[in-house]
């Protein structure tokens, strides 16, 4: 069922209060609520940048294989309905002053057809594939996944038609809430697979890294060095934001971008 503007614009008065909520999901009793209508079946991933991949030297055919946005493509050019949001809620929200906050989230799948259409409009393959360039330019993170939350506050019926592809900032919901909610919850908020962040014997403890950089916390300093802990998920912004190239992010795996793919393409019908 379509979602009132009037839903959407309590939403965007009580998201300041997330960390609150997310907090409750500590709570067993609550979290497993919580878990129930907001985060069943989720499976979400992070995107780093193209720009921060450093190909191993084993990868065969990079130029195919080596690059996040490739994922992004694929779906963009499979899915037969494309939707642009008019804005990110969670921007809108926050009042961000850093990111555009008409650079929406990018929805593809029947489901699409779901969503009121006083809050984006159905583009072409094309369009879609120029946000998705425009978000790049714009400094922003890609997530990609099935996400009942996204279900839930724009009354999609069946999430297992919608693909959320989000822009995400400092602002944004998950990174607002990654390091304080269950973990069982925050785990379906995923690193790809085959990539992984290395510091190397250029950095010097400067500290740059955990200035509001990375959305789960996943960095600390110790011995006038960075360290990165499991915890992270890959985004690459410390690569970006390091003034020392003390970071690196590593394919492993030559066959990330298709397993990430495949395992997608299992959760979420965006053809039909």
């Known amino acids: 069922m379509t979602r009132p503007i009037w839903f959407v614009l309590l939403l965007?008065?009580?998201?300041?209060?997330?960390k609150i909520l997310a907090k409750l999901t500590?709570?067993?009793?609550?979290?497993k609520i919580f878990d129930l209508l907001l985060f069943k079946e989720d499976d979400i991933i992070y995107l780093p940048k193209d720009n921060v991949i450093e190909v191993n030297q084993?990868?065969?055919?990079?130029?195919?294989?080596?690059?996040?946005?490739?994922?992004?493509?694929y779906f963009i050019e499979k899915a037969n309905y494309h939707w642009i949001m008019d804005f990110c809620i969670c921007r809108a929200s926050m009042k961000c002053e850093d990111y555009p906050i008409n650079h929406?989230?990018?929805?593809?799948?029947?489901?699409?057809?779901?969503?009121?259409?006083?809050?984006?409009?159905?583009v072409s393959k094309k369009e879609a594939l120029e946000?998705?360039?425009?978000?790049?330019?714009?400094?922003?993170?890609?997530?990609i996944g099935r996400n009942l939350l996204d279900k839930q506050w724009l009354g999609v019926r069946d999430g297992g038609k919608l693909l959320s592809i989000c822009f995400c900032c400092p602002c944004c919901c998950l990174w607002q809430v990654a390091p304080i909610l269950d973990h069982k919850i925050g785990s379906k908020v995923k690193k790809i697979p085959g990539v992984?962040?290395?510091?190397?014997?250029?950095?010097?403890?400067?500290?740059?890294?955990i200035e509001n950089v990375c959305f789960v916390n996943a960095i600390y300093i110790k011995d006038k060095k960075a360290h990165i802990t499991e915890e992270c998920r890959g985004c690459g912004r410390c690569v970006e934001i390091c003034p020392n190239d003390a970071i690196d992010l590593i394919v492993e795996n030559k066959d990330y971008?298709?397993?990430?793919?495949k395992n997608l393409d299992r959760l979420i019908n965006v053809k039909d």
């Open 12 to 18: 965007k008065k009580a998201f300041p209060s997330i």
């Open 26 to 31: 500590n709570l067993p009793l609550i979290g």
């Open 58 to 73: 084993s990868l065969e055919t990079p130029e195919n294989y080596a690059i996040p946005s490739k994922i992004l493509e």
């Open 104 to 122: 929406g989230c990018l929805f593809l799948g029947k489901g699409v057809l779901d969503i009121n259409p006083k809050l984006g409009k159905l």
């Open 131 to 143: 946000h998705l360039q425009k978000g790049k330019e714009a400094g922003l993170v890609n997530m």
């Open 196 to 209: 992984k962040l290395i510091v190397n014997d250029n950095c010097i403890g400067c500290g740059k890294c």
């Open 257 to 261: 971008i298709n397993k990430a793919i």
